[in-house]
């Protein structure tokens, strides 16, 4: 997604210690307070694999931008990880130097780019991502929670007073987690949805008026997957990877697309939903649609826009 809004090339074990520019992305996953490096290192080769990519920071010289934080200090993440069975190479890694290079980078967020629209939205909203847009992704983000925040607390954080559009992406973990677990009764669980989907639209029409957006654009919930896919526990909510059975989840999915569908129809909203093949002979989300291996997310190569080149 950054090597679209920048227009680079991407490169992945490629040596990029000789280029003249480089944007680091620090992985999805990558943890700010973390004080080590996110790698499981069991084999000498694991570290000559470390060892390497470290020596292009140490030799780098050109100019070095990190992407969406301030870039971290790798050489004393890398130096808290030396252990007695680590290999000489790594050992000998000049971690002043890497330390010395991270702390000239420059750092550049997705409100500084260009940009005349906002994607909004959880974890998921990368898959939405418009390539004319900024994007601002919020890992774990209920709809729920981002309606009582206020849409405000991340459109303020870019350029408002130019966004033509909006597109919003949530409802999933609502779905996944929490209406369910609110109550039992099916009855109920439509009554909640509808007031949430009332919530939603009602903060959609506070944020067009306020900012004066032309567009609003609005994503459907993904279809429920089968539930014996073994999900990670960073995926759970009170220990438990979803609350209610499929059948409820899946009618909780109909019922928050068909009120949003009802709403974009009445306000001239978009209404954007995922193809028909999602969906396997079960009316279930398909496995080969979602990310390996254990994802909730759907694969790149179903996302709304060209994750890879042709």
């Not at 896919?229 to 068909?258: A, C, D």
């Not at 009445?266 to 496995?287: A, V």
Request: net charge neutral.
């Amino acid at each position: 997604m950054w090597s679209k809004c920048l227009g680079v090339k991407l490169l992945y074990s490629d040596d990029w210690s000789n280029e003249e520019v480089v944007y680091l992305e620090h992985g999805m996953e990558f943890k700010e307070n973390s004080k080590g490096v996110n790698v499981f290192l069991k084999e000498p080769k694991s570290w000559n694999k470390l060892s390497e990519k470290a020596e292009m920071i140490s030799s780098f010289k050109g100019k070095l931008y990190s992407l969406d934080i301030p870039c971290p200090d790798y050489g004393e993440r890398l130096k808290a990880r030396v252990r007695p069975h680590s290999t000489q190479r790594y050992k000998d890694l000049p971690f002043d130097k890497i330390s010395e290079v991270c702390s000239k980078a420059i750092t550049l967020k997705q409100s500084d780019l260009p940009r005349n629209g906002l994607v909004l939205g959880d974890s998921h909203s990368l898959a939405a991502w418009r390539p004319d847009a900024y994007l601002s992704r919020n890992d774990g983000q209920t709809l729920n929670g981002a309606i009582n925040a206020g849409f405000d607390s991340w459109i303020d954080n870019f350029k408002s007073s130019d966004l033509n559009f909006l597109r919003t992406y949530f409802g999933n973990i609502d779905i996944r987690h929490h209406i369910c677990r609110l109550t039992s009764e099916k009855a109920e669980q439509k009554k909640l949805t509808k007031t949430l989907v009332k919530r939603y639209f009602s903060e959609l029409c506070r944020a067009r008026d306020k900012y004066k957006i032309e567009d609003i654009e609005v994503v459907a919930s993904l279809p429920i997957e089968n539930e014996s896919r073994k999900l990670p526990k960073t995926g759970y909510y009170k220990g438990q990877p979803f609350w209610g059975s499929w059948e409820e989840r899946n009618l909780v999915h109909s019922y928050f697309n068909q009120f949003c569908y009802f709403l974009c129809e009445k306000l001239g909203f978009k209404f954007i939903t995922w193809p028909d093949y999602f969906y396997n002979s079960d009316s279930e989300l398909g496995f080969e649609n979602m990310e390996k291996p254990r994802s909730v997310h759907i694969t790149p190569r179903h996302y709304l826009w060209s994750a890879f080149d042709e």
